[in-house]
């Protein structure tokens, strides 16, 4: 089992940056797929980022695609989202995930433990 727990959220204007980060306790970092994915106020939780147990793999929402890095370093037992250029539809909590796999993916469904989210809000 593993613990998340994001932090790094917070309040930018449009066009800004901020770093998440998605810090792991419990059992080995290097053996989970990490992904974030987002609720927006009203909407259903979409992905955002995914990436490999090495991070040699990474796949993005065709919305972040571009402006979102998504990294990781086992040594520190932390993932992270680096999201540049932001815009006020990319407000909202934004949640890391892990999946005891080798598979990267995209759907909610496949990952099995989450963190409790942080709150991203654009401003125009």
């Known amino acids: 089992q593993v613990q998340l727990v994001e932090s790094g959220g917070g309040l930018v204007q449009a066009g800004g940056s901020l770093r998440l980060s998605c810090a792991a306790s419990?059992?080995?970092?290097?053996?989970?797929?990490i992904g974030w994915f987002r609720q927006a106020p009203g909407k259903e939780r979409e992905f955002a980022a995914a990436?490999?147990?090495?991070?040699?793999?990474?796949n993005y929402a065709d919305s972040v695609k571009g402006r979102f890095t998504i990294s990781r370093d086992n040594a520190k037992n932390t993932a992270y989202l680096q999201m540049d250029s932001l815009k006020p539809e990319d407000t909202a909590v934004y949640y890391c995930?892990?999946?005891?796999?080798?598979?990267?993916?995209?759907?909610?469904?496949?990952?099995?433990?989450w963190g409790q989210g942080t709150q991203v809000t654009v401003s125009s």
């Open positions: 995930a892990a999946d005891y796999g080798i598979t990267v993916y995209n759907t909610e469904g496949e990952y099995d433990y």
């Open positions: 419990g059992r080995t970092f290097s053996s989970y797929t």
């Open positions: 990436i490999s147990r090495s991070g040699a793999i990474k």
